[in-house]
């Protein structure tokens, strides 16, 4: 086996959507095939419609067991096949139960290889949570799928990019409840989540830069006092504990310094504050990091585009930016 390339394995996504054309498109870059040897985990007439709609040449070779694949020739793609779907769950657009279904094992399978080290990493395709939810899986997303399949209590969202990383203390929460959430102990395990996998996958000692809630850091407390209450303690709390973390900063200038290099990951308070620069600059390439896991996991940060799945003409940047960024993960936490 060719011990130099991690092997990740790539969740194909929901079949009615743009997951497996993205996949067959990722693997196309020279790029890809240099830094790992991938392992997709999906449906085999899935996968053979995806490779017809890009225009590959790829062959598919089926593994079965627990078999892997001991290298990557160019123009071969490796399947572990989890689901035999009907015409009928693969229709563009129209995911149905089984579809759900089938998302969800695919999903599973990935992590236990994780878990028990066949593969260094996953890479996930975008789902439809909905048809997940229908086949009986009753998950927010994959975030908390994960969690709960690896039994983390405390993780974290962090979407990144080559200029900017950004961990959010609350996700996606109507902007009314965001105040209630931001406690003391929440922007605190934020913080040290976040430091010790940006320290354990992309560099040591990261500089961590903590938002304020509140415009101007508050402005003495002239607009409101989370600031001085919750947010700076959480920060005096973490430097204590060795962590190198500063602010409480005003959203409205700092990114402009982090997107500049003087800081490698961003705490955010609330979803719109960190995704809006992220977007800004990564909006084609950012990748959605799940840390606190004991595994590896990247994402697309984009959802199952019905409106462009089997048209052929989907951006697969995010999706070969996630490979890359977890066989790149995968590779620093194995030299440190």
Do not use: W
């Amino acid at each position: 086996m060719d011990n130099t390339k991690p092997i990740i394995a790539l969740t194909m996504g929901d079949p009615c959507g743009i997951g497996p054309e993205i996949i067959v498109r990722s693997l196309l870059h020279p790029a890809v095939q240099d830094a790992c040897t991938p392992l997709i985990i999906g449906d085999r007439k899935v996968m053979e419609r995806a490779v017809a709609l890009v225009g590959s040449s790829h062959s598919i070779i089926t593994l079965t067991g627990d078999a892997v694949p001991e290298s990557a020739p160019v123009g071969t793609l490796f399947l572990k096949e989890l689901s035999t779907l009907s015409d009928s769950d693969m229709v563009y657009g129209s995911p149905t139960a089984a579809s759900g279904d089938a998302v969800y094992r695919y999903i599973v399978a990935a992590a236990g290889l994780c878990l028990n080290g066949t593969v260094a990493a996953m890479a996930t395709a975008p789902i439809n949570k909905a048809a997940m939810n229908r086949a009986g899986h009753d998950y927010p997303g994959h975030t908390e799928l994960l969690a709960a399949l690896t039994g983390t209590d405390k993780f974290v969202m962090m979407l990144a990019g080559e200029k900017l990383r950004v961990a959010l203390v609350t996700i996606h929460e109507a902007l009314a409840a965001v105040p209630g959430l931001i406690t003391f102990d929440k922007v605190l395990s934020t913080i040290i989540t976040t430091h010790r996998d940006v320290a354990r996958f992309f560099c040591q000692n990261p500089r961590i830069a903590v938002l304020s809630l509140n415009p101007h850091a508050g402005e003495g407390g002239m607009f409101g006092d989370h600031e001085a209450r919750v947010i700076f303690p959480a920060i005096q709390e973490a430097i204590r504990r060795g962590i190198n973390a500063s602010g409480p900063h005003s959203a409205d200038t700092l990114f402009h310094f982090a997107a500049h290099g003087d800081y490698d990951a961003v705490v955010c308070m609330y979803h719109d504050q960190g995704l809006i620069p992220l977007k800004l600059l990564h909006f084609d390439d950012g990748v959605n990091i799940t840390l606190g896991l004991p595994i590896i996991r990247t994402s697309v940060d984009h959802g199952t585009a019905y409106d462009l799945a089997g048209k052929g003409i989907a951006s697969s940047e995010s999706m070969k930016t996630a490979i890359m960024t977890s066989a790149k993960m995968a590779g620093f936490a194995t030299s440190v």
